[in-house]
């Protein structure tokens, strides 16, 4: 089964509150699931990171075989396609754990999209972190389990 999975992350502030928001759909485009999760304080790129290791841990829960992932990040896309290097520590942790997800696909591939494109995964990982600074001191779950949100 192919699936597509849209992610992104957000902040409120760099570092700040961060949240991650992931859209996975099947191949005629039906959205099977919306995730979004409270990170906890983190840094944009860290949330951007994070949302693909949810977006690729769900879509091995709901069977896929093949995915492609589709970011607005250009940092993440370049990185993880070899283009940059990665300096940072906590980053070149989280790009790891992301690729050894990937090698558990048949097929993986990442690409880059207009931010256009993204707004929903953009929106839910927004969304969470509204929801959580109002009212809370939750501390986030890093790239952990995700607040799930499956279509309606």
């Known amino acids: 089964m192919k699936l ?3 992610f992104d992350g957000a ?3 760099n570092p700040g509150p961060a949240g991650a928001g992931v859209i996975i759909a099947d191949a005629q485009g039906k959205v ?3 995730v979004k999760s409270f990170l906890g304080e983190g840094t944009s790129n860290v949330a951007e990171y994070c949302a693909l290791i949810i977006g690729l841990r769900e879509a091995k829960r709901l069977g896929a075989t093949e995915v492609v992932c589709l970011t607005d990040s250009q940092l993440v896309e370049k990185q993880l396609n070899g283009k940059y290097k990665i300096k940072n520590a906590r980053l070149r942790s989280l790009s790891l754990q992301a690729m050894e997800l990937a ?3 048949s097929s993986f591939s ?3 999209v207009d931010r256009t ?3 929903e995964a953009d929106a ?3 969304k969470i972190i509204k929801e959580k600074r109002v009212g809370t001191k ?3 779950k890093g790239c952990g389990p995700e607040t799930d949100e499956p279509s309606e």
Do not use: D, M, Q, V
């Open 4 to 6: 597509s999975i849209h």
């Open 11 to 13: 902040c409120a502030g």
């Open 32 to 34: 099977l699931r919306r």
């Open 103 to 105: 090698r558990g696909f």
């Open 110 to 112: 990442l690409k880059r």
């Open 117 to 119: 494109e993204n707004r």
């Open 124 to 126: 839910l990982a927004k």
């Open 138 to 140: 939750e501390t986030g």
